[in-house]
C-alpha cells in the first residue's frame, strides 16, 4: 500500500471521534428512593435542587424525595401540569433559575418536561421514573406533543436513574405494558435501521444494534414472567429500558429504539390525539412492520397479548380507518428516518394489512 493511501486511511481512522453520554449512577430496586440522598451526595451535584414532578407523582414519590433531601438541600419544587406543553417546559425553566441541578420524579412527560429544563438551562438531571411505561427515562431525548405532532427536542440525559421497582410496580399496570410494547418494537426498529443501512447507506453501529435486539429478546423470553404490580416484571422492564437507553446513547440517536412502528405511533399522535400510550401504539404499529420485514410478526403480537398490551387499534380507541390513514401519514413523519412504511405502501394494502393483521 502506497504511503499516501496509509496517510488517507490513518487520516480516516484519527478523524473518528464519539461522544456518548450515559447515565453515571444507575439504582434500581426495592426502596432505592431511600438511596436518593446517597446519590445526590456522590455526584457532588450542589446544595440547591428543583424537584419536578406532576399532580398525581408527587404524591407517589415527589413528597417522599423531598423529605429525603430537605436538611442538607435547599429544596424548590415545580408542578409540571398538563396545560400546554412547551407553556410548562417555559415554567420550568424560570424555576430552575435558583437551582444547582434538577430532580424529575414521574412518568414520561414529567421526566421529558425535567430533562429539557436541565437542557437549557445546563443543569445536572436525576430521572425517578414512577412508572416504566417507555425507554426516554434514561434517554437523551425528549418527545414533546405539539398541535403538530411530537416534536423529538435535545434534552439532558440524566446523570443519574433511581428507578425504585416498589413505586414503578404500584403503577397501573398499563404503563408497565406500555414500557414492554416500546421494548419489544426494538425489533422492528432494528429491522428498519438494517434496510436504510444497505438501500441508503445510512451508518449502523453494530453495538447499539445488538443491545438493543438483546433487550428485546430478554423480554420477549420473559414476557410470561410479566405480570400486574409484580416488582419482578418491574425489575425486568426497568432494567430493559436502562439497556434501551443505552443503546440509543450509543448510537447518538433513537435509531435503535425507533423506526415505522414509531413514525406510525407519532402519525396517530396527530390523527388521533389522546388515544393509546406511547409503547402501546408502538407496539401495535411493529405487528404490521413485522409483518411487512417477512418476520415473526405472530411472535410480537403474542408476546403483546401476554403481557396485557393491546394489539389492536381497537384495543386503544382507534377505528381501523384512522389506523389507515396513521400509515399512510408515517412517511411524512420524520421522512429522513428511512422505514419499510417509506417503501410505497399503498391505500389499498394498508387497508388489507389493517383487516388481515388486526383481527381479535
Ligand atoms: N423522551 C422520550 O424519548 C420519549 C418521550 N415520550 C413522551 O412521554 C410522555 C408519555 O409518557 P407516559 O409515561 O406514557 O405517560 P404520562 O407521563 O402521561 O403518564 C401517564 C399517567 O400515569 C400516571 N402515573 C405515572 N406514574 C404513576 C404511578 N406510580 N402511580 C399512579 N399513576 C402514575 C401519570 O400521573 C399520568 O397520569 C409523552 O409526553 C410522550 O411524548 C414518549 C416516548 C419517548
Ligand atoms: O420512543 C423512543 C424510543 O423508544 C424515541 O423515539 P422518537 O425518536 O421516535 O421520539
Ligand atoms: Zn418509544
Request: a negative charge; proline letters at 4%.
Amino acid at each position: 500500500m502506497s504511503a499516501d493511501r496509509i496517510n488517507l486511511l490513518r487520516t480516516k481512522v484519527f478523524d473518528k471521534s464519539k461522544w456518548m453520554q450515559l447515565p453515571r449512577d444507575v439504582v434500581i430496586g426495592h426502596d432505592v428512593i431511600e438511596q436518593i440522598p446517597t446519590v445526590c451526595e456522590d455526584l457532588a451535584l450542589g446544595d440547591s435542587v428543583l424537584i419536578v414532578s406532576g399532580d398525581r407523582t408527587r404524591d407517589v414519590a415527589g413528597k417522599r424525595v423531598e423529605a429525603l433531601l430537605s436538611g442538607s438541600y435547599e429544596i424548590a419544587t415545580f408542578a409540571a401540569g398538563e396545560d400546554d406543553p412547551l407553556e410548562t417546559i417555559r415554567k420550568a425553566e424560570e424555576a430552575v433559575a435558583e437551582a444547582g441541578f434538577v430532580i424529575g420524579v414521574g412518568g414520561g412527560r414529567v421526566i421529558d418536561v425535567a430533562k429539557i429544563a436541565s437542557y437549557n438551562t445546563d443543569r445536572h438531571f436525576i430521572s425517578i421514573p414512577t412508572a416504566a411505561s417507555h425507554d426516554g427515562i434514561v434517554s437523551s431525548r425528549a418527545s414533546v406533543p405539539t398541535a403538530d405532532g411530537n416534536v423529538s427536542l435535545a434534552a439532558e440525559p440524566p446523570i443519574a436513574v433511581v428507578a425504585d421497582t416498589a413505586v414503578i410496580a404500584s403503577a397501573p399496570h398499563r404503563l408497565l405494558a406500555s414500557g414492554c410494547a416500546d421494548i419489544i418494537a426494538n425489533y422492528t426498529a432494528i429491522r428498519d435501521w438494517e434496510l436504510s443501512h444497505r438501500l441508503r447507506g445510512e451508518p449502523l453501529s453494530e453495538y447499539a444494534l445488538t443491545l438493543s435486539r438483546m433487550t428485546a429478546e430478554i423480554l420477549f423470553k420473559n414476557a410470561d414472567l410479566i405480570k400486574p404490580h409484580s416488582e419482578e416484571s418491574a425489575w425486568l422492564v426497568t432494567k430493559a429500558l436502562v439497556s434501551s437507553g443505552v443503546a440509543m446513547s450509543i448510537a447518538g440517536s433513537s435509531r435503535p429504539g425507533s423506526g415505522g412502528e414509531h413514525k406510525f405511533s407519532h402519525a396517530l399522535e396527530i390523527l388521533a390525539p389522546g388515544k393509546g400510550l406511547h409503547g402501546e401504539k408502538c407496539g401495535i404499529g411493529a405487528i404490521i412492520t413485522m409483518y411487512l420485514h417477512g418476520g415473526d410478526w405472530e411472535g410480537i403480537r403474542d408476546s403483546l397479548k401476554k403481557i396485557g398490551a393491546p394489539t389492536t387499534p381497537a384495543g386503544i380507541g382507534v377505528d381501523d380507518e384512522t389506523a389507515v390513514a396513521a400509515l399512510l401519514a408515517a412517511r411524512t413523519i420524520r421522512p429522513e428516518r428511512f422505514t419499510i412504511l417509506d417503501m410505497g405502501l399503498t391505500e389499498e394494502s394498508a387497508q388489507d394489512l389493517v383487516k388481515m393483521l388486526y383481527r381479535e
